[in-house]
């Protein structure tokens, strides 16, 4: 009875073993030792550029957004979306009767102020004649001093009249000023040179006034001739950008075309998005596009005279250092390796794959960037420093030298296959990936 149970079980290890005899017959596990297809290049010397890449949006380097200072309906629009205007322009007129009204009060109040003004320094003049009177008989003892001094103080408050009937004036003169410059504001003219960029007005609409809340957009002018691309960067890039440095900027409506700018500008507050737990940190920075790399594309015969609108998507490459006649390999030759205390390495677990386990050995143990090299039929595995790197190829400070033959291919034997000394077979790079297919 137990013979039967425990048939089952032999014959499926049995089978078991069977297949891992043939897998690693045909792996080169038994038989012979273990080798693994590599794909190698020469290290040599290259100009190397670090580039940061970033995401934007295409817009003025100058604009300007109107808003009206006073509130009323547009009774004249001039311009439409588009129009190409100069500073000075008239754009259009809001209806003005309320404010005529209103300077027409304030002259009437003025000019009231001016007669009492007047009536007031005839007073003045009255009192003091008859103080100057009152004053004499007083020296000769004629009258009594109660006499004087009431003939004294009409003076005095004559005198004070006319002060405040001064500034009365004034205070209307200065109402007269403002209402005045409330109806000029009836008419918006043009801040700058440029083009109507975005119109979000019509005739007949009645706007609000930015002088007790937020007003009314109407219009914004941009310059179009000096167009820039912003976008962000992140805190780790941006100690790396400086004012001045070159960019190459691709442009998602000119597919396959590349357009020189250089940095502007760079913010010094950051801009923060998402949650606490997975805020992005990010710092603004601005590109001007330099007309020279884009103006076969202006057509004047055919009305494109900005071949950039504002809001175009656009991706820029800012170019942060270049080193000419460095070390170099491809980036996919080097790899990262966690130190053991004992003196070995062990790769370093990707991210999800035991991953609380990888945290602790990270800790643990130091980490080393390593390349292999050719020795024979084997590889040794070197310890290397690294410098920048652009789309292919990364700088290497230490640890190798011009000549040396390194693996390059496959990506999964340099990541996480390859130990030191193990033997090797040196294939081209399409054979090795016919192999693997």
């Known amino acids: 009875m137990k013979q039967k149970k425990i048939l089952p079980y032999a014959i499926a290890l049995v089978v078991i073993v069977i297949i891992v005899l043939v897998i690693g017959k045909k792996k080169g596990w038994f038989g012979n030792d273990f080798t693994i297809n590599v794909a190698t290049e020469k290290v040599e010397s290259k100009t190397i550029t670090e580039f940061i890449t970033a995401n934007g949006k295409i817009q003025p380097e100058t604009e300007v957004k109107i808003s009206p200072d006073v509130a009323g309906e547009i009774v004249e629009l001039y311009v439409e979306e588009g129009d190409q205007v100069e500073k000075g322009k008239l754009l259009c ?12 009060r304030a002259e009437a109040a003025l000019n009231s102020s001016k007669a009492r003004l007047a009536q007031a320094q005839a007073q003045m003049i009255e009192r003091e004649l008859s103080y100057k009177r009152s004053k004499e008989l007083y020296d000769k003892g004629t009258i009594p001093v109660a006499e004087f001094e009431t003939a004294e103080a009409a003076y005095k408050v004559a005198e004070s009249e006319v002060m405040a009937a001064q500034y009365s004036v004034r205070s209307a003169e200065a109402s007269l000023s403002e209402a005045e410059e409330q ?58 950008v400086m004012k001045s440095d070159t960019a190459l900027v691709e442009v998602d409506a000119y597919l396959g075309r590349q357009f020189k700018g250089i940095v502007t500008e760079i913010a010094n507050s950051a801009s923060i998005s998402g949650t606490t737990a997975d805020q992005v940190t990010n710092f603004d920075v ?43 390999v491809p980036i996919a030759a080097v790899t990262t390796r966690i130190k053991k205390e004992d003196g070995g390495t062990e790769e370093v677990k990707e991210e999800g794959e035991n991953a609380s386990d990888n945290e602790e050995a990270t800790e643990r143990d130091e980490k080393q960037e390593v390349v292999f090299l050719i020795n024979g039929d084997r590889v040794k595995k ?30 999964n034997a340099i990541n996480r296959t390859l130990k030191d000394s193990m033997l090797v077979k040196v294939v081209k790079e399409e054979d090795l990936f016919k192999a693997e297919k």
């Open 286 to 328: 601005k590109v001007l596009l330099l007309k020279d790399s884009y103006k076969d594309l202006i057509d004047p015969a055919n009305g494109n005279l900005y071949p950039f609108r504002p809001g175009m998507s656009a991706t820029v490459d800012i170019l942060t250092e270049t080193r000419e006649g460095v070390i170099s």
């Open 93 to 104: 007129i809001i209806k003005p009767e309320i404010y005529v009204s209103a300077v027409n």
């Open 183 to 240: 109806l000029t504001k009836t008419k918006i003219y043009a801040p700058i040179s440029g083009t109507i960029s975005a119109l979000e007005v019509e005739k007949g609409e009645r706007v609000v006034g930015t002088s007790m809340m937020v007003g009314t957009d109407m219009m914004t002018v941009a310059d179009l001739e000096r167009m820039e691309v912003q976008v962000e960067v992140n805190e780790n890039d941006i100690v790396k």
């Open 382 to 411: 070197v310890e290397v420093e690294t410098g920048i790197q652009d789309n292919t190829s990364i700088e290497i400070l230490k640890g190798i030298k011009e000549g040396d033959e390194i693996v390059t291919a496959p990506y």
